[in-house]
């Protein structure tokens, strides 16, 4: 099985010397330097939109422009678990180790985070535009109603997979990716980002991020199955745990 696990980068970083990775500079459209990585401008790409789909550019990029058996997501600072050394003394997965879940599962997310004091729904609200789950949840009843069911499932939930990462065989990924885009590009004539900082800016990556959990809770067919994930920089844990609570308290989302 021929897996490609993307690392979306930004910036110069180190990463695995793997044949599973595929180190791509996201958003190469709008900051041409080169790390010596895949840039996510070529052929079919939207990676002049990177300021709003975060990682997602490399996602459409590699859909569009990558052949192989499965395909995955992880970050310059984020990867699944596994044996392998890593950037920074860390243990990720490998190649060996990717082939091994696909051969159990069609689906790979990362460990969920519980978010205990508050639904996904408040949780993105409290944190990001509210409107724009309005506007998602419409383009949703448009669209595909029939993810409707599945959508209120997530986001009245507390438990979320983060970072828009995965691993995933190729027909799933397909139909995923089929269904993420389209829909993320209605919903973005309908929000006015011009006014919101670089941070708020985001608004097609957190969209994505909880789009993710929705098309697997649509898909109870699949064989899904969820892996720790791992920061090799260090997860600030309390510090975000803070930052929620003031957020909830205040009622002010972070700038």
């Known amino acids: 099985m021929t897996s490609t696990m993307l690392i979306a ?3 110069q ?3 695995p010397s793997s044949s599973l990775y595929v180190p791509v500079h996201v958003g190469h459209a709008l900051n ?10 070529s052929g079919d790409n939207i990676s002049a ?3 709003s789909y975060c990682e997602l550019t490399a996602v459409y990029w590699a859909w569009k422009n990558i052949d192989a058996t499965a395909y995955g997501l992880s970050h310059y600072r984020r990867y699944f678990a596994g044996t392998m050394p890593g950037p920074n003394g860390s243990k990720i997965l490998s190649a060996d180790e990717a082939n091994t879940l696909l051969l159990d599962f ?5 460990k969920p985070r519980n978010y205990v004091i508050e639904t996904i729904d408040s949780h993105y609200r409290n944190g990001h535009h ?15 109603p029939e993810y409707l069911s599945a959508y209120d499932t997530v986001f009245q939930g507390r438990k979320l997979s983060l970072y828009n990462m995965f691993l995933m065989r190729a027909e799933a990924f397909e139909a995923y990716c089929s269904w993420l885009f389209p829909l993320l590009s209605e919903v973005e004539t309908h929000i006015d980002e011009s006014d919101r900082t670089s941070y708020q800016q985001r608004t097609m990556g957190y969209l994505g991020e909880r789009l993710l959990n929705v098309w697997v809770q649509a898909h109870p067919e699949l064989r899904t199955t ?4 791992v920061n090799t920089e260090g997860e600030p844990k309390i510090e975000k745990a803070i930052k929620l609570m003031q957020r909830k308290i205040t009622g002010r989302r972070q700038q």
Do not use: W
């Not at 041409?32 to 401008?41: I, K």
């Open 130 to 144: 509210g409107e724009d789950l309005d506007v998602l949840r419409a383009a949703i009843e448009r669209r595909s």
């Open 32 to 41: 041409p330097a080169d790390f010596g990585f895949r840039p996510d401008d």
């Open 13 to 15: 970083a180190p990463v």
């Open 49 to 51: 939109k990177n300021r």
């Open 106 to 110: 069609d689906v790979v997310l990362g």
């Open 9 to 11: 980068s930004h910036k």
């Open 226 to 229: 969820h892996r720790k994930i």
